[in-house]
């Protein structure tokens, strides 16, 4: 049975992020089941989940109360659109969003993942500017509306359109989302497709200030990964500049984009990266780990202000032309209600600031080993960063000894689920230090 399985996947699948000649060439891991932070393959074989599934495993595996959830959920209805039509799930879960998430974070647009709310955020800011100074058409007959609007758009076609991205940025694999991105080694072959983008260093407060206040003008809105950019191998922003952003986005007009896709739901040690700062973003986006890691879904948040200028009259052509046909899908929807209730119930962030402290006691001796060039850290959001080559090594030997991890180039990363036990933490912490040593 298991090599028919992974004769088919060699066969048939073509892997995300993946060298498939390497794939094809080698031993493949297959995984069937999973319980808690374990994860099982067809052959029998357990391992650690030191990544979360790719980050989004956050109360582990095979929950009870989330898959009781869903159970209930699919003895209602599995889906059904939310273009034109509501459903209890998706409506419920919006008002737990907006009470959980930064103050004046009021309206919730669904979609998919990560990208596709990213895509959202730059699509619904760069509509906004072109609507904003609009005077108050529908006070007028449909016709001459119509006319203000087309002439508006016409003169104004290059007035706040443009973004600011971070380097070494990464929001999601879309074109808009590539456009506002930073890392070459995923971007550059795209580069003739994107649309471009203003690039700040982090840190450079006043390299930032200089562009907006020369261009702010054509500027729509920045965009941002708060305190960790974690596909650039978890580089950490400096104390105080994530607020210092957020003043100078609003001294020069300037909407401010947070995307928490990796950094949301306790994975910093906060239910949200923005609240180390105490930073509420104009727009905010989230997916992996809403769902407890059950199933794709994400949401772009933004305030009142925002939203009212989408508002209008059909013949104004105002609305926001953007949707998926899973959007506020039920199941997703109720698997996330599920996962805010465990947070409550089962005091995670409260229980998970010791598992920090933890880890980085933990983290200290990998030091002094020869291969370590840096060690950074917030949270539950670890980077390892090693000399040349070695990383792949690595994430081999910790697989041989029960870890599944996950190189960015050689930067090893750690994001276990928030629910792992100390003495697994413990565990997973030795594995990672043996197949360091080893390699």
């Known amino acids: 049975m298991a090599k028919k399985i992974t004769d088919i996947d060699k066969q048939y699948l073509w892997h995300p992020f993946t060298q498939m000649q390497d794939w094809l060439a080698n031993d493949q891991l297959i995984i069937e089941r999973g319980d808690g932070v374990y994860l099982y393959d067809i052959n029998g074989n357990k391992y650690i989940d030191g990544v979360s599934s790719l980050w989004v495993t956050v109360h582990g595996h095979h929950h009870r109360k989330i898959n009781r959830a869903i159970k209930n959920q699919l003895d209602k209805i599995a889906h059904s659109t939310l273009l034109g039509l509501g459903n209890v799930p998706a409506i419920e879960l919006a008002k737990k969003l907006v009470e959980i998430t930064p103050k004046g974070l009021n309206k919730v647009f669904y979609s998919d993942d990560g990208s596709t709310a990213v895509e959202i955020a730059l699509k619904m800011a760069f509509q906004y500017w072109q609507q904003t100074k609009i005077q108050n058409p529908k006070s007028l007959p449909v016709r001459q509306a119509g006319k203000i609007l087309n002439k508006f758009k016409t003169q104004n076609s290059k007035l706040k359109t443009k973004f600011i991205t971070l380097e070494n940025a990464y929001h999601g694999d879309t074109i808009g989302s590539v456009s506002v991105g930073g890392i070459d080694l995923f971007h550059k072959i795209y580069r003739p497709l994107l649309f471009k983008s203003y690039k700040v260093k982090v840190g450079?407060?006043?390299?930032?200030?200089?562009?907006?206040?020369?261009?702010?003008?054509?500027?729509?809105a920045m965009i941002v990964e708060p305190i960790v950019q974690g596909a650039a191998g978890m580089l950490m922003m400096p104390k105080g500049y994530l607020k210092a952003v957020r003043q100078l986005c609003t001294k020069y007009n300037v909407l401010l984009i947070c995307d928490e896709v990796a950094t949301g739901f306790g994975r910093t040690g906060k239910m949200f990266a923005c609240e180390h700062e105490n930073v509420s973003p104009d727009?905010?986006?989230?997916?992996?780990?809403?769902?407890?890691?059950?199933?794709?879904?994400?949401?772009?948040?933004?305030?009142?202000?925002?939203y009212n200028a989408f508002l209008g009259q059909q013949e104004e052509e105002k609305t926001f032309f953007h949707g998926h046909t899973y959007t506020g899908n039920p199941l997703a929807c109720a698997a996330a209600l599920a996962s805010l209730k465990i947070f409550k119930q089962e005091k995670t962030l409260a229980n998970l600031q010791p598992k920090?402290?933890?880890?980085?006691?933990?983290?200290?001796?990998?030091?002094?080993?020869?291969?370590?060039?840096?060690?950074?850290?917030?949270?539950?959001?670890?980077?390892i960063e090693l000399t040349k080559n070695v990383g792949q090594p690595v994430i081999l030997e910790a697989r041989r000894r029960g870890a599944i991890l996950r190189p960015l180039g050689d930067i090893i990363i750690l994001m276990p689920p928030l629910s792992i036990a100390k003495n697994e933490l413990k565990k997973l912490l030795r594995i990672t230090y043996e197949a360091i040593t080893l390699c």
Do not use: W
């Not at 407060?205 to 729509?220: Q, S, T, Y």
């Not at 933890?358 to 850290?377: A, D, M, N, T, W």
């Open 204 to 220: 450079d407060i006043e390299g930032l200030e200089a562009l907006l206040k020369e261009k702010n003008h054509e500027i729509a």
């Open 283 to 306: 727009i905010m986006c989230i997916a992996k780990g809403i769902t407890g890691g059950y199933l794709p879904l994400a949401a772009t948040l933004t305030t009142d202000k925002i």
């Open 356 to 383: 920090i402290r933890l880890l980085e006691k933990g983290l200290k001796r990998f030091s002094k080993l020869p291969h370590v060039r840096e060690i950074r850290q917030r949270g539950f959001m670890v980077g």
